[in-house]
């Protein structure tokens, strides 16, 4: 069982930066990919940025330039970092972490509790 924890997010203004943190714990072997999804209202949950442990990541058109995912696979922990943030970016976000586990490296897809990111004008 592989769970993830969020920290970070809040309210901050418009142009400024926030850094989520999503704590992987459990026998993780390793984590093969990580991502953070963000679901405002009323809308579906969206795929903001991506990476896999061979470093090759993806972004959202309306990330690329402000975001930047990382995974810290010897502390087990998945950052976004988020700068010059826009009101558009409020939202909740999920981080979302997928790979081995276990002595038997049985295959794990975790997601996190969300956190609340509130960008105002």
């Known amino acids: 069982q592989v769970q993830l924890v969020q920290s970070g997010g809040g309210l901050v203004q418009a142009g400024g930066s926030l850094r989520l943190s999503c704590a992987a714990s459990g026998s993780i072997f390793a984590i093969n990919a990580a991502g953070w999804y963000r679901q405002a209202p009323g809308k579906q949950r969206e795929l903001v940025a991506a990476?896999?442990?061979?470093?090759?990541?993806v972004y959202a058109d309306s990330a690329k330039g402000r975001f930047t995912i990382s995974v810290d696979n010897g502390k087990k922990m998945i950052y976004l970092q988020m700068n010059s943030l826009k009101p558009e970016d409020t939202a909740v976000y999920y981080c979302?972490?997928?790979?081995?586990?276990?002595?038997?490296?049985?295959?794990?897809?975790?997601w996190g509790q969300g956190t609340q990111v509130t960008v105002s004008s």
């Open positions: 979302n972490a997928e790979g081995r586990v276990g002595v038997q490296r049985q295959p794990y897809n975790s």
């Open positions: 990476i896999r442990s061979s470093g090759n990541s």
